[in-house]
């Protein structure tokens, strides 16, 4: 049994696996992480694995203390996946990116693949049919949007997302709406567009915290799975210690 956490930007998200079988998911936030994980040890005495992949702050030192009777090991740049790396800056891959890849690899083979993360920003990667990755595109997420016009004005008021009535908004509330989550939906169309107009034998999907709220705002059809990450975490400790 497997506990398999991603440590995120604003929020650290674990996930229990039997071989490929989720079997509990939690998202934490960071006060609560320790605790919380502890928890799941308790509650699920047969892991003896844990693997994490971290964008955040977190030592490694603050998981080797968790238990003793767990093994940790921690996804990086030196681990193994399952494509050729093409990126110019390899080395500044971000680890969830890497993970997300692999999960598509591994998940959908012989296929063009264009993963989606829309969370705190909006990763997009692109993995062609013969597993090299290529690149992709990074841009804010729908909260670091409605932050920012709050933050970087003089009255624009801070609010809580929300599907706009129109599209042209009618009130300030309402226009900050219509710009913010129809402007990620043409953002992500768009891309989704570009890539089918270049690519055959494709598959688009779409992960992250936001992405449940963004699905049906989507004009294309895509793979919409929240867990994602955490699955292709789950399949990178697999990959890398099942030979």
């Given at each position: 049994?497997?506990?398999?956490?991603?440590?995120g930007?604003?929020?650290?998200?674990t996930?229990?696996?039997?071989?490929?079988?989720?079997?509990?998911?939690d998202?934490?936030?960071?006060?609560?992480?320790e605790?919380?994980v502890?928890?799941?040890?308790?509650?699920?005495?047969?892991?003896?694995n844990?693997?994490?992949?971290?964008v955040?702050?977190?030592?490694?030192?603050?998981?080797?203390?968790?238990?003793?009777?767990?093994?940790?090991y921690?996804?990086s740049?030196?681990?193994k996946?399952?494509?050729?790396?093409?990126?110019?800056?390899?080395?500044t891959?971000?680890?969830?990116?890497?993970?997300?890849?692999?999960?598509?690899v591994?998940?959908?083979?012989?296929?063009?693949?264009?993963?989606?993360?829309?969370g705190?920003?909006?990763?997009?990667?692109?993995?062609?049919?013969?597993?090299?990755?290529?690149?992709?595109?990074?841009?804010?997420?729908?909260?670091?949007?409605?932050?920012?016009?709050?933050?970087?004005?003089?009255?624009?008021?801070?609010l809580?997302?929300?599907?706009?009535?129109?599209?042209?908004?009618?009130?300030?509330?309402?226009?900050?709406?219509?710009?913010?989550?129809?402007?990620?939906?043409?953002?992500i169309?768009?891309f989704?567009?570009?890539n089918?107009?270049?690519?055959?034998?494709?598959i688009i999907?779409?992960?992250?915290?936001?992405?449940?709220?963004?699905?049906?705002?989507?004009?294309?059809?895509?793979?919409?799975?929240?867990?994602?990450?955490?699955?292709?975490?789950?399949?990178?400790?697999?990959?890398?210690?099942?030979?």
């Amino acid at each position: 049994m497997l506990l398999a956490i991603d440590v995120g930007n604003t929020q650290i998200k674990t996930a229990v696996f039997e071989q490929n079988t989720l079997l509990q998911k939690d998202s934490i936030a960071y006060p609560d992480w320790e605790n919380e994980v502890k928890n799941t040890l308790k509650n699920f005495p047969k892991i003896k694995n844990m693997v994490v992949a971290s964008v955040g702050n977190l030592k490694k030192e603050d998981f080797l203390n968790l238990s003793s009777d767990v093994k940790v090991y921690f996804i990086s740049n030196e681990s193994k996946f399952p494509f050729q790396n093409l990126y110019s800056t390899p080395n500044t891959l971000g680890i969830d990116r890497m993970i997300l890849a692999t999960g598509a690899v591994l998940q959908f083979p012989n296929k063009n693949r264009l993963v989606i993360d829309a969370g705190t920003c909006i990763t997009y990667d692109f993995i062609d049919e013969n597993n090299n990755y290529l690149g992709g595109a990074i841009s804010p997420g729908i909260r670091l949007r409605y932050e920012s016009l709050h933050n970087y004005t003089a009255k624009l008021p801070l609010l809580i997302k929300e599907i706009p009535e129109k599209l042209i908004g009618n009130s300030t509330n309402q226009s900050i709406h219509s710009g913010i989550i129809n402007g990620v939906a043409m953002e992500i169309d768009g891309f989704i567009n570009s890539n089918l107009g270049e690519n055959d034998n494709f598959i688009i999907i779409l992960t992250g915290g936001d992405s449940d709220f963004l699905a049906k705002r989507l004009k294309n059809t895509i793979f919409a799975n929240p867990n994602f990450l955490l699955e292709s975490l789950n399949q990178t400790f697999q990959y890398n210690h099942n030979d």
